[in-house]
């Protein structure tokens, strides 16, 4: 997808590997400086290295954003670096969950809504500022096709993009009126970690339940993003855009 983001300055948190990976490479492969971030330093530099080896302009910050003094942190250095974040992409997210039944000591509650609601939280709150102040911004959080309908045997994990989807829709009311614009995609299952992993058994009930049949691929969900990335979108708030392929609902149990 070629759009026009010349010169933005853009944030992709979970941009290591897998969608985020592809986001961020989107994102520069159409004028963006991207910063990079993810848990782990080694999977943010080779993200930054794709990037630069293509052309394009970026730096890594690793760090986990469900540390707040982190996020202001990687933020503060950007801003320093490159000016006001243009773009926020909140793609960071947990995948960790099993039945409720089964879950006794609360923590993939705790990880799920670490991540995906504060982690997100945290980002916006340390970016905004800038953002409010030049009147324009674009903030793009990962939901999830379990929004649709929730996924049997995975509470934990839909709480958590609910939430974000709960999010993004009281940001957009709030924030819109200081022309930032809030929107969520929602991936499909696409191949990345989070299904490369999947039995046989559940592949083919995927699949089988997607009118393409097919998974989708990590490229689809960055030009999604980059849509909503850039001034094609400028009358797009508050809205959460899914790349599914028109997936029918599939029970993990």
């Known amino acids: 997808m070629k759009v026009d983001i010349e010169d933005r300055v853009a944030l992709v948190t979970g941009a290591g590997r897998g969608n985020g990976r592809a986001i961020a490479r989107s994102l520069a492969r159409n004028g963006a400086k991207v910063v990079v971030n993810d848990l782990d330093e080694e999977p943010a ?34 801003e320093n670096k490159f000016g006001t974040i243009d773009i926020l992409v909140n793609n960071a997210g947990a995948g960790a969950a099993q039945p ?40 793009i959080n990962t939901t999830s ?18 939430s974000v989807l709960g999010l993004t829709k009281s940001l957009a009311l709030e924030l819109g009126r200081a022309g930032i614009r809030v929107n969520a995609v929602a991936p499909g299952h696409t191949k990345t970690r989070m299904t490369e992993d999947f039995p046989p058994d559940l592949e083919e009930e995927v699949t089988g339940r997607n009118p393409l049949g097919r998974f989708g691929e990590s490229e689809e969900i960055a030009d999604a993003v ?3 990335a850039s001034p094609a979108s400028d009358y797009v708030n508050g809205h959460e855009l ?5 997936q029918q609902p599939v029970d993990m149990l």
């Open 45 to 78: 530099e080779e993200t930054v290295d794709t990037i630069r080896n293509e052309g394009g302009t970026a730096v890594a910050a690793p760090a986990d954003i469900s540390d707040e003094n982190a996020v202001k942190a990687i933020v503060e250095e950007a």
């Open 100 to 139: 409720f039944i089964d879950e006794r000591e609360n923590a993939l509650w705790r990880f799920n809504i670490e991540t995906d609601l504060w982690g997100s939280i945290y980002c916006i709150k340390h970016v905004m500022d800038g953002m409010i102040e030049q009147n324009y911004g674009k903030i």
């Open 145 to 162: 096709i379990h929004t649709k309908n929730g996924v049997a045997g995975t509470p934990q994990y839909d709480v958590g993009k609910f």
């Open 226 to 228: 980059t849509f909503l």
């Open 242 to 246: 899914r790349v599914d392929g028109g």
